[in-house]
């Protein structure tokens, strides 16, 4: 089908997708999103006033042409191609800063996150005027985590979340599906893009207070690969370090290499007796 867009309307939601060889997902995803705006017109937000904005790092894949396709089809797509950079998590602040809509949705292209739910964590910031981050959680009623998800992803995933207890009180920062306005981000300091976690790096360095939490389903990846790697492990440890120093100063930094040193001698213990 093949609408065309309404070019007078002013953006007002920017949802920004990182993606990395991630051809077959991006059309899934686009078509998934706007068929729920379509069908479901409970808020403010629809196809007019939404952009959908992919930061690729020249997967080289044919991504860029699937985005072009759907952007002749009328979707409201932006494709962003970076060839210098690479990352995440600079690739989401790319996203953010190019965006067009005060409201800002990161998440990810692997259909992990269903794209059905983002009109959803965009109207709970349209709704509650008072909340400065919204959080796709998998830890609320109602929801579960696919039990496909490998065994080792769920114990790095609970201890990634606990070690981030003491900086935040979302229930799941390790989600990757959050959003904020733009104005809150706008009042980030010294933001640090290393590594997978930029929804706890924006929390804190943006001085966030007032969540609201939408309960998703983490589905498992269908196509593609995972690019989590003990290298994006130890960018996350480098993270928190840093995080736990922002917030409560150097002092705080012998009890944190001592957490995290005890944490990861449980974790490889326990990836040890798995894998034996
Ligand atoms: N532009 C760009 N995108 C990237 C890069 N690395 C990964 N991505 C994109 O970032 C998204 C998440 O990457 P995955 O490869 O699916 O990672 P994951 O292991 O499933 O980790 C994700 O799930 C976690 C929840 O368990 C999330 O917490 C985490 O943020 C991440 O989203 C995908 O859309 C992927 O294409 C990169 O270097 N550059
Ligand atoms: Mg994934």
Request: net charge positive.
């Amino acid at each position: 089908m093949t609408t065309q867009r309404n070019n007078q309307s002013k953006i007002l939601a920017s949802v920004v997708v990182p993606t990395y060889k991630e051809v077959a997902n991006i059309r899934p995803l686009v078509t998934r999103l706007v068929n729920k705006l379509e069908n479901s017109p409970f808020g403010t937000i629809n196809r007019n006033n939404i952009e959908i904005i992919f930061v690729d790092d020249n997967s080289k894949d044919g991504s860029k042409e699937r985005a072009q396709e759907l952007k002749d089809e009328g979707y409201p797509v932006v494709f962003i191609e970076r060839t210098t950079e690479r990352g995440l998590s600079s690739a989401v602040l790319r996203g953010f800063n190019d965006a067009k809509g005060d409201l800002l949705l990161c998440m990810d292209a692997d259909l992990q996150h269903p794209p059905e739910k983002a009109p959803e964590l965009l109207e709970a910031l349209v709704k509650n005027k008072d909340a400065d981050f919204v959080l796709g959680t998998r830890y609320g009623e109602g929801v579960e985590i696919d039990p496909n998800w490998p065994m080792h992803r769920v114990i790095i995933s609970k201890v990634a979340r606990s070690l981030s207890r003491p900086l935040t009180p979302l229930s799941d920062p390790m989600s990757g599906f959050f959003g904020l306005r733009k104005s809150t981000l706008e009042q980030g300091k010294k933001i640090n893009p290393i590594g997978f976690k930029i929804a706890l790096e924006l929390y804190v360095k943006c001085g966030c207070k007032n969540s609201t939490e939408v309960p998703f389903s983490f589905g498992v990846r269908e196509a593609g690969e995972s690019k989590l790697s003990g290298k994006v492990i130890v960018k996350y440890i480098e993270q928190l370090v840093e995080l736990y120093s922002y917030t409560y100063g150097q002092a705080f930094i012998p009890a944190v290499l001592i957490t995290v040193i005890f944490f990861g001698i449980f974790v490889l213990m326990i990836l040890y007796r798995l894998f034996q």
